[in-house]
């Protein structure tokens, strides 16, 4: 009986190598939508608990008058008349020292968890009156000093616990909800009772519930942000990075020292200018969208070590290696070995790869990538020896592909776990599976068509 020739054999291993591109795009899509419910159910867990939050502050936002010229029309004709207009200038800090602990919790909701902690605050800063207002464009005697209010920042406000404690000059300060930001954030504010000729100090402390990241916006004169806290995953990010870190199985520390002239704004200003947005947890990280939320922002991000849907999006993509290396041994065996293997049973061990990529995410969600992993592989190797031994002719055969399959489940996880170095060793690998295939089929002849007696092709390799 004449077969047909390698060549041929070849092209329809490739077509049905194409055909189950169709397949692991679709599991790279479910691998996404797992991902979009699990950030739904986070958010759904964090609802009451706040957000990724961004703090700033304290500022004090000092009243002011000043002589305007309107434009207006009496009997048809414009005149100009002076009025007197009522701003706000706000001072930033020349100092400020902050130190926040971070008491991480798990959360969880059905098979979903994620991060919240409790931020204690607690700060001081100094606040003067700098000597050339004229260049803020106000007089001194413009000022309404007696009508300051130092404020506070918060960019979910549902997340404050318990009630802050501020003291200005040493007198506690009457707090109000609202008037975080110029532009509508949350946070609270009080009066103070300051003269302006000489410094003012402001301690404050108070509790701020979040989740995932924490944000401080630095302004002012000199911003020193001491943060320390027993979550073993911190990732630092934003435009600002600590100068000082430490990281270790107790959790981590970490300092900013953050100065005037890197902020690049003056200690006077016409708006607060907080951060209008929350800080972008690493999970969600978008390139340009990062730097243009995050420059002018110190960041921590509780990283989740075991991101689940990272570790099975990374798996997929090394799907079609699996799905190639595995159709090359079948091939083979089929011009070098002597077994006869169809079109169908290509279709059939690629559907049974593909569906690996599937369990691993079903037990992943459950178990964890690990044993999750164990899992799926553990099955899909079992599954597809024993229908290997049926379409290669033999138990021997079938051990192969076995062992085949273990080893490339086993060189997968070891490139997930190397991260860095993923790149150099899955090329090496590539390079020796190459240089084996080129070896096993030196002296073939891929143009000829051979003729085979029936029965004939269930001999070893």
Do not use: C
């Amino acid at each position: 009986m004449r077969d047909r020739s390698p060549t041929a054999k070849l092209f329809i291993a490739g077509l049905v190598g194409l055909a189950l591109l169709i397949p692991m795009i679709m599991v790279y899509g479910l691998v996404s939508d797992r991902q979009e419910q699990a950030r739904v159910a986070q958010d759904a867990i964090t609802a009451g608990a706040g957000g990724a939050q961004t703090i700033s502050g304290p500022v004090l936002a000092i009243p002011f008058r000043s002589e305007q010229e309107v434009q207006t029309v009496v009997d048809g004709q414009t005149v100009t008349r002076p009025r007197t207009v009522r701003s706000e200038i706000f001072l930033f800090p020349q100092t400020h020292d902050l130190t926040t602990t971070l008491e991480p919790e798990l959360k969880r909701k059905a098979i979903y968890e994620t991060v919240t902690y409790l931020a204690k605050m607690e700060g001081k800063a100094r606040f003067e009156l700098p000597d050339d207002l004229a260049r803020y464009g106000v007089k001194r005697e413009q000022l309404l000093i007696e009508e300051a209010e130092v404020r506070f920042s918060t960019f979910d406000p549902r997340g404050l616990r318990s009630a802050a404690d501020v003291r200005a000059g040493g007198k506690h300060v009457d707090l109000t909800p609202g008037k975080g930001g110029a532009q509508g954030g949350g946070g609270f504010h009080g009066p103070v009772q300051w003269s302006g000729t000489s410094a003012l100090t402001v301690d404050y402390a108070y509790v701020l519930r979040g989740s995932r990241a924490l944000a401080l916006t630095p302004q002012g004169g000199e911003t020193r942000w001491t943060v320390r806290s027993p979550w073993q995953h911190p990732g630092f990010g934003g435009g600002f990075l600590p100068d000082e870190s430490e990281i270790g199985p107790d959790g981590f520390s970490a300092l900013w020292t953050i100065g005037n002239l890197a902020l690049g704004q003056g200690m006077m200003s016409m708006t607060d200018n907080p951060s209008a947005q929350p800080p972008v947890p690493q999970a969600e990280y978008r390139g340009a969208e990062m730097a243009e939320a995050e420059i002018g922002l110190a960041t921590i991000n509780l990283v989740e070590p075991a991101d689940i849907y990272a570790q099975v999006d990374r798996s997929v993509k090394y799907g079609f290696l699996f799905i190639g290396f595995t159709f090359l041994a079948f091939l083979l065996f089929d011009v070098v070995g002597g077994a006869r293997v169809a079109a169908a049973e290509y279709l059939l061990t690629g559907a049974g790869l593909v569906l690996f990529f599937v369990l691993l995410l079903a037990f992943a969600e459950i178990t964890g990538f690990a044993l999750a992993y164990v899992i799926a592989s553990a099955a899909i190797i079992g599954l597809l020896t024993a229908y290997s031994a049926a379409v290669l002719g033999g138990w021997k055969r079938a051990g192969f592909i076995g062992g085949l399959l273990t080893l490339l489940y086993g060189g997968l996880y070891v490139l997930l776990s190397l991260e860095e170095a993923s790149l150099i060793v899955g090329a090496l690998a590539m390079f020796f599976a190459l240089a084996s295939v080129m070896y096993a089929t030196r002296n073939l002849d891929w143009s000829t068509a051979v003729r085979r007696e029936e029965g004939e092709g269930t001999f070893a390799p």
